[in-house]
């Protein structure tokens, strides 16, 4: 069964694409919490949310996602202190997400695996962004989720090939830039998180995902280079590239597939 080929067939009020975009910013507004805490090792769950500047608890009015950031103008209501741009944007980027998940997903199994891979994305990619690091405690059981859930599915050995060919590649590529650079290329946050991609996509999608994440790789850093913001050497987080690859793989890769294999 293909992942995402039909549109609308999860019925029912609950159940449609709006109901899940609009679950999808709440969602967002929890994952705000974990970027932050995470790398920083603290608990996810308590203290409850509150400004980190003057530790102050917000109100349940200050949490609405992506609204209370508009109303409130970017600021804290008691210090006034700016909050950062980063809340509304992984609020809606949640959302807009868990709407296509749902859009387009062709059983319940499928929309709530995939809700579940499109939320370990939008934590690892502005983690990695900021922190250059993806860490194991997201990837490790992601990895575990995915090839359980595809136990489920009739499809657990395309995704241990998946996550094994995703390891596989990455770690090449590390070896590689070791051997003909002298330094180190992909970590090893890259290569958990190409298995993960592939324990979730399967071994055709994480091809495709990971071939994606190159072209973006290059898209985005060559620019780069070109207007100075970057010089030669320079790490870059790899992460939001294979985040993008992913995002592409798992929502258009059946149909790409298709447009490129009817070119031959």
């Known amino acids: ?37 995470i790398p920083q090792g603290a608990s996810i769950m308590f203290p409850p949310s509150h400004c980190p500047v003057c530790k102050t608890r917000l109100r349940a009015a200050d949490l609405i ?8 103008k970017g600021r804290c209501r008691e210090c006034g202190s700016p909050i950062s741009v ?3 944007i992984v609020e809606f980027l949640t959302g807009v997400c868990f709407f296509l998940a749902a859009r387009w ?9 995939f809700l579940f891979f499109v939320s370990c994305l939008v934590v690892i990619f502005f983690i990695d962004l900021r922190h250059y690091v993806i860490p194991d405690v997201i990837v490790l059981p992601g990895i575990e989720a995915g090839l359980l859930l595809a136990v489920f599915e009739g499809r657990f050995w395309d995704a241990v090939f998946g996550c094994a060919a995703g390891g596989a ?17 992909m970590g090893g946050g890259d290569v958990k998180f190409a298995g993960m991609i592939g324990a979730f996509l399967g071994i055709k999608l994480m091809l495709l995902a990971a071939f994606l994440s190159f072209l973006a790789g290059g898209l985005a850093v060559i620019p780069m280079l070109f207007l100075g913001i970057r010089k030669m050497g320079e790490p ?6 294979m985040v993008a690859g992913a995002f592409a793989a798992m929502f258009f890769g059946e149909r790409i597939l298709e447009l490129y294999l009817g070119l031959w």
């Open 86 to 88: 980063q809340y509304p």
């Open 169 to 185: 590649i990455f770690l090449l590529i590390a070896y590689m830039a070791v051997g003909l650079f002298r330094r180190e290329g």
């Open 236 to 241: 870059v987080p790899f992460g939001p590239m």
């Open 1 to 37: 069964m293909e992942l995402f080929t039909s549109f609308g067939r999860v019925d029912g009020f609950a159940h449609t694409a709006l109901f899940y975009g609009v679950i999808g910013f709440f969602v967002g507004s929890f994952l705000n919490v974990c970027i932050v805490r």
């Open 65 to 72: 996602p992506v609204l209370s950031y508009l109303l409130l």
């Open 105 to 113: 997903s062709v059983d319940y199994l499928h929309l709530y695996k």
